[in-house]
């Protein structure tokens, strides 16, 4: 499975973006499907996961309530819409699937990567 993500760029504190995670290669529905993202100098951190089981969504606490994560079956593709974004939020973000009924919140079970796309938060 190859995953692209896009999506990224540059928004102002406050703001949205709309990140994308397409597929080929196999049907992402049956995998579990996590984001990630890394700052500079910090560790990748785990933003959010989505169910291939249920399409349940968990989310980091740091982005609960302000991220979504959902699937485009129609696309083969899996959608993070971020709001309210801040200037923390900026980094790499990576999409990642596991094909897995299991719930993913660590990149060590991930077999497959995308690779990447950049979002800027800053005035």
């Known amino acids: 499975v190859q995953l692209v993500e896009s999506g990224g760029g540059l928004v102002q504190p406050g703001g949205s973006l709309r990140l994308s995670c397409a597929a080929s290669?196999?049907?992402?529905?049956?995998?579990?499907v996590g984001w990630f993202r890394q700052a500079p100098g910090k560790e990748r951190e785990w933003v959010s996961c989505?169910?291939?089981?249920?399409?349940?969504?968990y989310y980091a606490n740091s982005v609960k309530g302000r991220f979504t994560s959902s699937r485009d079956n129609a696309k083969n593709a899996v959608n993070l819409q971020m709001n309210s974004l801040k200037p923390e939020d900026s980094a790499v973000y990576y999409c990642?699937?596991?094909?897995?009924?299991?719930?993913?919140?660590?990149?060590?079970?991930?077999?497959?990567w995308g690779q990447g796309t950049l979002v800027t938060v800053s005035s």
């Open positions: 990642a699937a596991d094909q897995t009924i299991a719930i993913r919140t660590t990149a060590l079970y991930y077999n497959y």
């Open positions: 989505i169910s291939s089981l249920n399409g349940r969504t």
């Open positions: 290669g196999g049907a992402l529905d049956y995998f579990a």
